[in-house]
């Protein structure tokens, strides 16, 4: 976060850990160091993943989905911040650090630091499921749809539609999270939080699919779709602009049958060398 | 899916997710006088995880069935008896015109003693088989870790099969993910001759694979047996059994696909009087097509193997993705029971 109030809140948190012996990493980089999958490494490393939800920010959301099955620890610095949150990241309890709480939070970290970890596992992607992700208002996506449902039915995948306005729980991001194919509509709406927090899980967790051997599982892959003609600034976290294509696309409703071409061919390919 | 006046649905409580999942589906339609949820969880999972897990699942089907006004009851088994299941089968397929049975959560011996009692109900009794398909099996990446077997158990899937003629014995062997399972189970009883039967669920071919690489030295070991003797190469001279072979089905086409099978393997084992072995660690629906398959074509040779574990892993399964539903009618037509 770059606010002036949670970068503050950092320091004061980063000190008070210090005094309980917990080592507090940020997002804060040394000049000249590729930043993205310095700060994607720290969260890997991480025991207890602390987000500061405030905002909120698309950047922090996409990390949070990054953050995966780690132990999560959400902040909000007040009640007004914890307000303008999608309900989905409401159900878990946000704590807030304003109003000179960085020890009270301190403390509480340090403590779950100790005990068991609190967070439900994710469930296991699986292939052959494509999560068609968007807004009420987000109809110039529709023929996009359409076309990408038809695709799945042609294949034999599996296309679920899931309205962000929907996703009231964790739980109900279930089904989504299971998808080894993510298309997030982008376009300004509450439900780019969404995206973002989904685009995050498919770059911490890359497969789909069960066992370890060879072809038994298929690569995820989340494309963030814009309107067509649109620049990505502002609508796409940094984070997200600048991770490989063959794991995130950003794409349009005219190019995304091709784009999505690659991962088809990879179910298509699971398919043909599991059932010759 | 028919819903009579006077219908009832009997399923299993467990730890899994999907435990009321058939139940939350079905039963606003169906119109059921009665449910009742086998509780086997004490002496299959103890912990109190597991235990916990189980009360929220009667909580919800308690509170569905409050809303619907439908009596949900209890009924206290033992894990690994057959015919605990069969008597409550065949005590609520008297007292009620259709009966549904929910096999996702039964254990195998509950699946087999269900089977069996479907079987073997007159003509005029009516039941439908259902199954919640999870979206997973635990953590299927990751190397088995076994939680050891307690016991092996040889049952009949009919009154008084007989065991003669052993030697000639044809087995039906559906592979699941828990490989040492089958290990123990052919330890105890190996037939010379059979077939693999293997399951191609079109969105999870990766389960699929998983199930043949766990299972592989298992049934490479299979492949190359022979039916010894004469009666061995009578075999091969008339039928496809001299040995162990691989057949899959589509689970699209599960029950005409398992009916058949089993069909051919019955008129081998008839031929020689020999006793046909079941060995059901696949799919759950797959069990309970197969073992009423046998039991009502062939119940006076017809046998599962089943070794018990010492228990089960929390994460067995994940959600529910789908339910699948047959009529008896139908399954009874294409097993060409009726």
């Known amino acids: 976060m770059n606010d002036p109030g949670s970068r503050r809140f950092r320091d004061e948190l980063e000190d008070k850990l210090g005094d309980l012996n917990v080592v507090l990493t940020t997002g804060q980089v040394e000049p000249g160091v590729d930043w993205a999958p310095t700060v994607r490494n720290r969260i890997k490393a991480a025991k207890i993943f602390v987000a500061d939800l405030s905002g909120p920010s698309k950047e922090v959301l996409f990390e949070l989905g990054f953050a995966g099955n780690k132990d999560l620890f959400p902040l909000v610095e007040s009640n007004g911040h914890r307000e303008q949150l999608p309900r989905w990241v409401t159900s878990k309890q946000c704590e807030t650090f304003g109003d000179g709480r960085v020890a009270q939070v301190a403390e509480a970290i340090a403590r779950r630091l100790t005990a068991k970890p609190g967070s439900a596992a994710r469930p296991t992607p699986v292939p052959g499921l494509l999560a068609w992700v968007t807004g009420r208002d987000a109809s110039w996506a529709d023929e996009a749809r359409n076309k990408t449902r038809l695709m799945c039915q042609e294949i034999g995948m599996e296309f679920a539609e899931h309205f962000e306005n929907d996703l009231e729980s964790p739980e109900d991001l279930q089904n989504v999270l299971r998808a080894s194919i993510m298309v997030g509509v982008i376009d300004g709406g509450r439900q780019d939080y969404c995206v973002h927090f989904l685009l995050g899980d498919i770059v911490a967790r890359t497969r789909a699919g069960?066992?370890?051997?060879?072809?038994?599982?298929?690569?995820?892959?989340?494309?963030?779709?814009?309107?067509?003609?649109?620049?990505?600034?502002?609508?796409?976290?940094?984070?997200?602009?600048?991770?490989?294509?063959?794991?995130?696309?950003?794409?349009?409703?005219?190019?995304?049958?091709?784009?999505?071409?690659?991962?088809?061919?990879?179910?298509?390919?699971?398919?043909?060398?599991?059932?010759? | 899916m028919s819903s009579p006046a006077k219908s009832a649905f009997i399923g299993a409580l467990s730890f899994e997710p999907r435990a009321s999942y058939a139940f939350e589906r079905l039963a606003p339609e169906a119109g059921y006088s009665r449910a009742v949820f086998l509780d086997y969880g004490s002496t299959a999972t103890p912990g109190d995880a597991a235990t916990s897990r189980r009360e929220e699942a009667w909580s919800r089907v308690s509170a569905i069935g409050r809303g619907l006004g439908v009596p949900v009851e209890r009924r206290r088994v033992h894990a690994y008896a057959m015919g605990d299941a069969q008597r409550e089968l065949a005590h609520q397929s008297a007292a009620h015109e259709v009966v549904t049975v929910d096999v996702s959560c039964m254990t195998r011996p509950h699946v087999l003693g269900a089977a069996s009692t479907c079987a073997k109900a007159p003509s005029g009794a009516s039941w439908e088989l259902t199954y919640s398909r999870p979206w997973s099996y635990g953590e299927l990446d990751k190397p088995s870790a076994s939680l050891g077997w307690r016991d092996s158990l040889l049952l009949s899937l009919a009154e008084d099969p007989s065991f003669s003629n052993e030697g000639?014995?044809?087995?039906?062997?559906?592979?699941?993910?828990?490989?040492?399972?089958?290990?123990?189970?052919?330890?105890?009883?190996?037939?010379?001759?059979?077939?693999?039967?293997?399951?191609?669920?079109?969105?999870?071919?990766?389960?699929?694979?998983?199930?043949?690489?766990?299972?592989?030295?298992?049934?490479?070991?299979?492949?190359?047996?022979?039916?010894?003797?004469?009666?061995?190469?009578?075999?091969?001279?008339?039928?496809?059994?001299?040995?162990?072979?691989?057949?899959?089905?589509?689970?699209?086409?599960?029950?005409?696909?398992?009916?058949?099978?089993?069909?051919?393997?019955?008129?081998?084992?008839?031929?020689?009087?020999?006793?046909?072995?079941?060995?059901?660690?696949?799919?759950?629906?797959?069990?309970?097509?197969?073992?009423?398959?046998?039991?009502?074509?062939?119940?006076?040779?017809?046998?599962?193997?089943?070794?018990?574990?010492?228990?089960?892993?929390?994460?067995?399964?994940?959600?529910?993705?789908?339910?699948?539903?047959?009529?008896?009618?139908?399954?009874?037509?294409?097993?060409?029971?009726?």
């Open chain 1, 210 to 276: 069960a066992g370890t051997g060879r072809k038994q599982s298929v690569a995820r892959r989340g494309y963030a779709l814009l309107p067509n003609g649109t620049d990505p600034e502002g609508l796409l976290a940094d984070s997200v602009r600048r991770i490989s294509r063959r794991v995130v696309m950003q794409t349009t409703p005219e190019r995304l049958r091709t784009d999505l071409g690659g991962a088809f061919d990879s179910y298509r390919n699971l398919l043909k060398d599991s059932y010759p």
């Open chain 2, 168 to 338: 000639v014995a044809v087995g039906i062997f559906l592979p699941g993910n828990e490989s040492d399972r089958a290990t123990v189970a052919f330890d105890t009883i190996e037939p010379a001759s059979g077939v693999i039967v293997g399951v191609r669920q079109a969105t999870r071919p990766d389960i699929y694979r998983l199930t043949a690489a766990r299972n592989e030295v298992q049934t490479r070991h299979l492949r190359n047996l022979r039916v010894p003797g004469p009666l061995g190469r009578e075999m091969v001279e008339h039928y496809p059994y001299g040995g162990w072979v691989s057949e899959d089905v589509d689970a699209q086409d599960l029950i005409a696909g398992l009916a058949s099978i089993t069909r051919q393997v019955v008129v081998t084992a008839k031929r020689f009087e020999a006793p046909v072995i079941l060995f059901p660690f696949g799919p759950k629906v797959a069990v309970f097509v197969t073992a009423y398959a046998l039991a009502a074509t062939y119940p006076e040779g017809s046998w599962a193997v089943y070794p018990v574990p010492h228990t089960h892993p929390l994460d067995y399964s994940e959600g529910a993705r789908s339910l699948t539903s047959a009529a008896g009618t139908q399954i009874a037509e294409l097993v060409g029971d009726r």
